[in-house]
């Protein structure tokens, strides 16, 4: 991700693939540092299909903390 300071508004989503074609739920938008604590809050089979989106980058949340 490029966009990596704490205080980044991004868009934490979950990407439904259970669904015909996916389906994108939007779970906060906010400050990266707050994003990461509510992703980390959720049960692991959520939070496979986490993903945080900035203004110019997209990266899966479990990516971004194991990497």
Same mark, same amino acid.
């Given at each position: 991700m490029r966009t990596t300071f704490r205080? &980044?508004?991004?868009?934490?989503y979950?990407?439904?693939a259970e669904i015909e074609g996916g &389906? &994108?739920?939007?779970?906060f938008y906010g400050p990266l540092e707050e994003?990461?604590?509510i992703a980390a809050e959720q049960p692991e089979e959520v939070q496979d299909g986490l993903f945080v989106a900035t203004d110019n980058d997209v990266v899966a949340y479990l990516d971004l903390v194991e990497g």
């Open positions: 205080e &980044a508004t991004v868009r934490l979950h990407l439904d &389906a &994108a739920s939007t779970l994003a990461l604590r």
